[in-house]
């Protein structure tokens, strides 16, 4: 209060200049009540501080009347009050100012402050400085609390925004970097004793860097809001949020480690992310990849965890982007092979390692070929071959995809002038090769340089094309146009066309993607109605349909009543290399006849895979031929009888109770107990795992599953005989 005082004596210093120095003086004595209360009122009135008190038992007896018209009360409401009613403690969690037990100080009678309270009136988010001292009568018994106050709401207000500010990301207000890392390590040492899980999720946006670079970054911005708000709807109080900067975001969930759940829920935020955004009436369409990483499983320290579930993420953006995947140990693996891929990629070229096959896309109702599409081919001269769709997205990643897509157009258009002139042959583009600055004057290139017609060309384009900068891609377009290729949308349906951009695009054919012709003449499937809405669209726009990925009679026929004009896939025929089409060709074979299954199988896996069997405290080894979500084929065990339960160890701590269901001689087919799920890629895991802190209790240093985890555990098994007879069948097919 000192600084009150002197504020008030210099305003009281003009008054006695007025009056002049020969003015008598009269001081206000102690003994002098009046005046010290007109003293102490105009204190008061100033705002510069008020005054309470209460009585013995915590009612409110006196406030400044300046300080109730501030709480918007009457002073009669406020006299009567508790004060530990009226004086509330800061209860915002993430203050940096510690939790004061208000209520606690005031029951001792101790004496108060000064202490900063949220003040319960009429108006929200006022804030106060109170200090008080108990008073006590001549007995020494208490009376009740002398106290002052002032208003401190709006340094309040800013000293909060600032912590904030260190905890939290200003932009979006979920939790930063700094705080993240900070309760993640809280949380998993106190976890650990407790023997508790904790599931870390690693979002990575896909695109944003376009719709940065196309709509601004004040869209930007506000895209990252929008993405905040989608991830609290959908977390809610499950678990913590936080933005790790950029396009980067970390979800911490206390107490799951059920995969089936986890998966689910990464599925969502996929699927809620994905959905379009409207900024500033503006549409931008993003996706994003989700890793997961639980502890103790995949990591004890926040260090290791957090290092598992990147590793996740970035195997589901090589993956294809818009996926999640579970953290395992031999993620690792693919890490390396992703790097050598890229390494070897470079020579690739030069060392004549790429050649492009051709399928051929046939007419609906006569099945003659009427255009090839060109699928390109990498023969490593150590590994053998590498299927695009794994090396594709390395070098759109790289960039190297320019000079492959260069490469690529000036074989095909080579080939094609050897070709019939009434077949075409499609290319694909890269959306990556479509957004190079000299992309129109490459395809000129190519067209001149072989001398191809270019009405015979076809270039194949994804609807990614459509979330960068729509004015540039529609003019490319009619430049494509001009030199005279035909222009067609691919893997229609998969990504994030507006129909209204469909109108205004010159294309001239749609390729409904093979997803909507899986399965398409299943009972219960909607694909047939997908399909014939698709035909319907492109009828309408005067525009040619090619059912994609036709493997069977059953969807053959499908497909053919849904109206599509075109039909491709490997009930047709594979993908040829370049001489056997020219073959084909010379001897006048346009033709191609469906050949293949009646009907659609449900995927079995084949594996090849060693993997332990656990029956009555033996390890078996034996080979995984086969998986499915509810069973598996193995090989290696002599007349196992129907019936009998097992334990596949399939790895990692993966442990599935599985039964018997039919035997062979060496081959056994099991039936899952509980079924297995998606590990967000094409793999399948166990929902749940043998924990660390199992391993722990049976003697061990907790640690992180490595990929023999039950070994760990397994230390216990009898040395009695075994009920069946084991036989080296990893080296039994090695030898054939
Ligand atoms: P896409 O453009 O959708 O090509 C069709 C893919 O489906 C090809 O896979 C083809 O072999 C496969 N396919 C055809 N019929 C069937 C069928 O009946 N069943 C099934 N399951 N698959 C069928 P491929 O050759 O592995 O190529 C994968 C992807 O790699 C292509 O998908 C395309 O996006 C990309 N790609 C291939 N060649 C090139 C290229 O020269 N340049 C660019 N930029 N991308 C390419
Ligand atoms: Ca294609
Ligand atoms: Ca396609």
Not at 194 to 201: P, T
Not at 270 to 277: E, H
Request: one cysteine or more; aromatic letters at 6%; hydrophobic letters at 40%.
């Amino acid at each position: 209060m000192a600084g009150l005082f002197a504020k008030l004596k210099r305003t009281e210093e003009p008054s006695t200049s007025v009056l002049g120095a020969d003015a008598p003086l009269v001081p206000i004595e102690s003994t002098d009540l009046s005046r010290r209360v007109a003293l102490l009122d105009s204190l008061e009135e100033a705002g510069l501080g008020w005054f309470w008190a209460s009585d013995a038992t915590g009612r409110l007896i006196y406030l400044s009347n300046a300080a109730s018209e501030e709480l918007g009360l009457d002073n009669g409401d406020a006299v009567g009050r508790q004060i530990t009613d009226l004086f509330q403690p800061d209860d915002d969690p993430t203050s940096e100012q510690s939790q004061r037990p208000l209520k606690f100080l005031f029951a001792a009678h101790s004496s108060i402050g000064p202490i900063t309270v949220k003040v319960a009136g009429k108006k929200s988010d006022v804030w106060w400085e109170v200090a008080a001292k108990p008073q006590t009568n001549t007995d020494g018994e208490f009376t009740g609390y002398h106290g002052s106050a002032k208003d401190i709401s709006a340094s309040h207000e800013r000293r909060r925004d600032a912590e904030k500010l260190s905890k939290y990301d200003s932009l979006t207000g979920l939790a930063n970097r700094h705080f993240m890392a900070k309760q993640l390590d809280t949380t998993l040492t106190a976890f650990r004793s407790a023997k508790r899980s904790v599931a870390l999720l690693m979002l990575d946006l896909d695109r944003f860097k376009q719709v940065n670079d196309t709509l601004g970054h004040p869209a930007g911005d506000e895209l990252l809001k929008q993405v905040a708000d989608r991830l609290q709807r959908i977390i809610g109080d499950k678990g913590e949020i936080g933005r790790l900067g950029g396009d980067e975001f970390q979800v911490m969930l206390p107490d799951m480690d059920d995969r089936g759940d986890l998966g689910d829920l990464a599925l969502r935020i996929v699927q809620m992310l994905s959905q379009p955004y409207s900024i500033d009436g503006m549409r931008a369409v993003i996706g994003t990849s989700v890793g997961v990483a639980i502890a103790p499983y995949d990591g004890i320290e926040a260090e290791e965890l957090v290092k598992a579930a990147d590793l996740a993420l970035y195997s589901a953006k090589c993956e294809g982007r818009g996926q999640y995947r579970f953290y395992s140990s031999d993620l690792k693996e693919g890490v390396n092979e992703r790097a050598r891929i890229e390494e070897d990629l470079r020579d690739a070229i030069l060392k004549s390692e790429l050649q492009m096959h051709y399928q051929p896309i046939v007419n609906a109702k006569t099945h003659r070929v009427e255009c090839m599409e060109a699928l390109m081919r990498w023969e490593h001269s150590e590994r053998g071959m590498i299927s695009p769709a794994d090396f594709i997205p390395v070098a759109e990643d790289v960039g190297i995809i320019r000079e492959m897509g260069a490469w690529a157009l000036n074989e095909v258009c080579q080939q094609v002038t050897r070709w019939p002139s009434s077949v075409r042959a499609a290319i694909n583009v890269s959306a990556v090769q479509f957004s190079s600055d000299d992309f129109v004057k490459v395809v000129e290139q190519a067209l001149k340089s072989t001398g191809v017609n270019p009405a015979q060309i076809e270039l194949e384009i994804t609807e990614s094309v459509f979330i960068g900068d729509l004015e540039r891609t529609f003019r490319l377009f009619k430049q494509l146009k001009s030199l005279g290729v035909k222009l067609a949308l691919d893997d229609f349906g998969t990504g994030y066309s507006s129909l209204s951009y469909l109108r205004d695009a010159p294309f001239d054919k749609i390729k409904i993607d093979q997803s909507f012709v899986r399965g398409c003449s299943a009972d219960d499937s909607n694909n047939p109605a997908i399909i014939a809405a698709v035909v319907g669209l492109a009828g309408a726009l005067g525009m040619e349909t090619v059912a994609e990925g036709v493997e069977n009679k059953d969807e053959l026929e499908t497909v053919k009543k849904q109206g599509a004009s075109h039909l491709q896939g490997i009930l047709f025929s594979r993908a040829i290399p370049p001489q056997d089409v020219l073959a084909r060709f010379e001897r006048g074979e346009l033709e191609f006849e469906p050949t293949g299954p009646d009907r659609y199988r449900h995927e079995r896996r084949t594996e090849f895979r060693r993997i332990g069997l656990i029956h009555d405290d033996h390890r078996y080894k034996v080979v995984l031929r086969n998986l499915s979500k509810t069973g598996a084929k193995i090989e290696g065990l002599l007349d196992v009888p129907v019936g009998t339960e097992v334990v596949l160890d399939l790895g990692s701590g993966q442990l599935a109770v599985a039964t018997v269901r039919r035997s062979e001689g060496f081959s056994q087919g099991v039936e899952f107990e509980m079924h297995l799920i998606s590990d967000g890629a094409k793999g399948l895991c166990t929902r749940h795992r043998v924990s660390p802190y199992q391993i722990e209790a049976a003697g061990r240093p907790l640690a992180s599953l490595g990929s023999d985890a039950y070994a760990a555990l397994a230390g216990n098994f009898k040395s009695t005989s075994k009920a069946f007879m084991e036989a080296d069948i990893g080296a039994m097919t090695a030898a054939r």
